[in-house]
């Protein structure tokens, strides 16, 4: 099957006074039709950059990102607006994504505005259908943002992702912000909304918990670079990564018996600087398995498993004294 965006050594790079700022350097993901595919990884990762480069609101150092067959960094601005329709973005901050000064019914129809889709009449139909679509209703289309709770930001801010029909949506953290009790909520939604209007998701997180639970397929992400990628419950419940198992081990489970007695990986020293990092495995200098080796030169991607891909020269000889491999 082919993949609906197919991304291939994107790099973003930013100037800044001691060098350049290595927040995306080279990562390479397929995310097929109609699945949910997680990226995860510590703050300052550079995987919501990642996300606003594949849908070009930074333009990229270098790369490619391959949108059903079209390279979108070819396209000039008037392509771009068109592709702009199939690919949305739902944003971290409800509370800063959202124009104070405009009602709910002027946020969610400004997409159709902009692309002059349908009479006055139509777009106040659409606006309520999506209202009534993410869980509000149409007593809520004249208030104004500061009016809602940030769950229910964040629903006007998915209604207005949904405007233009897109098929691909990125979700640059959209539960981070909001209250643990809300969080499942606007989670549901979204997988409720994937299986009844047939969506692809890129998801990122950092909540491992969220992610495991609503993605088809995952990549873990440190300091720019891909560590890992495999279908969800394999790579949960058997990661080969050393930065992958840190990262799991500190999971905490809800049986206080049982956390007691988990091992939780501790890793020594502090994340580099993304300024003009070294070439070799940016995990090098905090893994417990690292040799020179690792520090000479950029560690590919390799696929360990039927789907399981590890950027480790190590991965064989740390798994199979496990009994992993």
């Given at each position: 099957?082919?993949?609906?965006?197919?991304?291939?050594?994107?790099?973003?790079?930013?100037?800044?006074?001691?060098?350049?700022?290595?927040?995306?350097?080279?990562?390479?993901?397929?995310?097929?039709?109609?699945?949910?595919?997680?990226?995860?990884?510590?703050?300052?990762?550079?995987?919501?950059?990642?996300?606003?480069?594949?849908?070009?609101?930074?333009?990229?150092?270098?790369?490619?990102?391959?949108?059903?067959?079209?390279?979108?960094?070819?396209?000039?601005?008037?392509?771009?607006?068109?592709?702009?329709?199939?690919?949305?973005?739902?944003?971290?901050?409800?509370?800063?994504?959202?124009?104070?000064?405009?009602?709910?019914?002027?946020?969610?129809?400004?997409?159709?505005?902009?692309?002059?889709?349908?009479?006055?009449?139509?777009?106040?139909?659409?606006?309520?259908?999506?209202?009534?679509?993410?869980?509000?209703?149409?007593?809520?289309?004249?208030?104004?943002?500061?009016?809602?709770?940030?769950?229910?930001?964040?629903?006007?801010?998915?209604?207005?992702?949904?405007?233009?029909?897109?098929?691909?949506?990125?979700?640059?953290?959209?539960?981070?912000a909001l209250d643990v009790s809300i969080q499942a909520?606007?989670?549901?939604?979204?997988?409720?909304?994937?299986?009844?209007?047939?969506?692809?998701?890129?998801?990122?997180?950092?909540?491992?918990?969220?992610?495991?639970?609503?993605?088809?397929?995952?990549?873990?992400?440190?300091?720019?670079?891909?560590?890992?990628?495999?279908?969800?419950?394999?790579?949960?419940?058997?990661?080969?990564?050393?930065y992958t198992k840190a990262l799991l081990s500190a999971?905490?489970?809800?049986?206080?018996?049982?956390?007691?007695?988990?091992?939780?990986?501790?890793?020594?020293?502090?994340?580099?600087?993304?300024?003009?990092?070294?070439?070799?495995?940016?995990?090098?200098?905090?893994?417990?398995?690292?040799?020179?080796?690792?520090?000479?030169?950029?560690?590919?991607?390799?696929?360990?498993?039927?789907?399981?891909?590890?950027?480790?020269?190590?991965?064989?000889?740390?798994?199979?004294?496990?009994?992993?491999?």
């Open positions: 099957m082919e993949p609906i965006v197919k991304i291939e050594n994107l790099k973003k790079y930013f100037n800044v006074d001691k060098g350049k700022l290595q927040a995306v350097d080279g990562i390479n993901l397929e995310i097929m039709h109609g699945e949910t595919f997680g990226l995860v990884g510590e703050s300052g990762c550079g995987k919501s950059t990642a996300g606003r480069t594949i849908l070009r609101l930074y333009e990229p150092t270098d790369g490619k990102v391959i949108f059903e067959g079209k390279n979108i960094y070819d396209l000039s601005s008037s392509q771009m607006k068109e592709i702009r329709k199939e690919m949305q973005m739902i944003f971290q901050d409800p509370y800063a994504s959202l124009d104070p000064r405009m009602t709910v019914e002027e946020i969610i129809s400004e997409p159709l505005d902009i692309y002059g889709i349908g009479s006055k009449k139509e777009r106040k139909a659409k606006v309520i259908e999506l209202l009534n679509l993410v869980g509000l209703s149409s007593e809520h289309a004249q208030r104004f943002p500061h009016e809602f709770s940030g769950g229910q930001r964040q629903r006007i801010g998915i209604a207005r992702s949904l405007a233009l029909d897109p098929k691909f949506i990125i979700c640059d953290e959209p539960i981070s909520q606007v989670v549901n939604l979204l997988k409720d909304l994937q299986t009844r209007l047939g969506l692809t998701l890129l998801f990122i997180a950092h909540d491992l918990s969220m992610v495991r639970y609503i993605s088809d397929r995952v990549a873990v992400m440190y300091l720019g670079h891909i560590m890992e990628i495999g279908e969800s419950e394999a790579l949960y419940e058997k990661p080969l990564h050393p999971i905490p489970i809800a049986d206080p018996d049982v956390q007691r007695t988990k091992h939780q990986i501790e890793l020594e020293g502090d994340v580099p600087s993304p300024i003009d990092p070294p070439i070799g495995c940016r995990f090098a200098d905090r893994c417990p398995y690292a040799e020179e080796k690792c520090r000479a030169s950029r560690i590919p991607l390799e696929e360990v498993l039927p789907g399981h891909k590890v950027a480790c020269i190590k991965v064989r000889e740390i798994n199979e004294k496990e009994g992993l491999l």
